[in-house]
């Protein structure tokens, strides 16, 4: 059963700019190491931090929350299996959402282009 779902789009200019304004300050709070690890591996990280950004807020916005007290940014984790297709992965304040609401799945589909990145999330389970 569909219990949520969000849909984002982030600009990646904003990325680039907050990661050459702010650098390893806006990563920290943002992105977990597994997802600054792999976005700097990438020939255009901001394409990847915006993508992953956009993920966040789109699972926010499926939860019904936004970003804030309930579910914080390094709450969700967006990881990528070896078929190359995005997977989602909650801790915290995001695991206990999900296990209050009936959430087994978060299902995540990321897309960028050179100027934006954009995310659609579904919150699945049973109620």
């Given amino acids: 059963m569909t219990l949520g779902i969000g849909i984002d789009i982030v600009e990646t200019a904003r990325i680039r700019d907050s990661l050459e304004k702010f650098g390893d300050r806006f990563l920290n709070r943002c992105f977990l190491p ?12 901001e394409l990847h ?15 019904g929350t936004g970003i804030g007290k309930q579910l914080g940014w390094r709450d969700m984790e967006i990881r990528k299996r070896d078929s190359g297709a995005p997977f989602v992965r909650l801790h915290g304040k995001g695991s206990e959402l999900a296990q209050m609401r009936g959430v087994t799945e978060v299902l995540v589909s990321l897309s960028h282009c050179r100027d934006y990145a954009a995310a659609n999330a579904v919150l699945v389970g049973a109620r």
Wanted: glycine residues 4%.
């Fill in 34 to 45: 597994g997802e600054i690890t792999y976005c700097r591996s990438m020939r255009f990280p």
């Fill in 49 to 63: 931090f915006a993508a992953r950004f956009a993920a966040k807020e789109a699972i926010s916005k499926a939860f």
